[in-house]
């Protein structure tokens, strides 16, 4: 799940961007009318933040998926331990009693212990792509869920831009008022609790 940190730094922005797109740019696809979009100056910019460790840490959701995932890895991790260690133990048997075999009869042998490994390694890929592509759905119901918070989160509050900061980032400094961390996590969990009535006032830039 390392990969849904990362993701999530672009979905802050990402999200937030096609606010401040849809809000200001002109509806007017004709090329030539370029020079008349509505331009913002700083002065009209309203810029706030969210730590994306802070919210993956306390965002209800991540945390159920997380488990869920990890949970499924171990289970499939366990299973192909069983069988390689299923394998390992007829390797040394035939080692043991390769000796008291013919010659056609030791190849035998090799020749289903060679198809087994091959299986074995098979199945390790086959979970492994299992796993990713579970994991790449869970990025993008993340991506869907922070990106649809965010569009009615920014349309009621105005906000143009939403930086993601997280350690190392470079973000090297914000004034704790543009900090909307909490805001967003009480919100997108509300919404997994099936709290559609979220108190506006409760959600509003401080």
Known sequence: MKNLSLILNGILIIAVAFLYYDEFADSDDDANDESEKTEISVENLTIAYV???SLLTNYNYYEEVSKRLDEKRLKLQQEYTRRAEGLQR????YQRTVNNLTIA???AVEEDLGRKRQNLMQYQETISQELMREESVITQELYDKVSSFLKTYGDENNLQVVLTYSAGS?????????NITNHVIRGLNALE??????????????
């Open 90 to 93: 007829q390797i040394e048997d």
């Open 51 to 53: 730590n994306s460790d």
């Open 193 to 206: 609790e099936g709290d559609s009535t979220t108190d506006a006032d409760s959600t509003a830039v401080q």
């Open 105 to 107: 009869q030791a190849r």
């Open 170 to 178: 470079g973000l090297l400094y914000a004034n704790d008022a543009l």
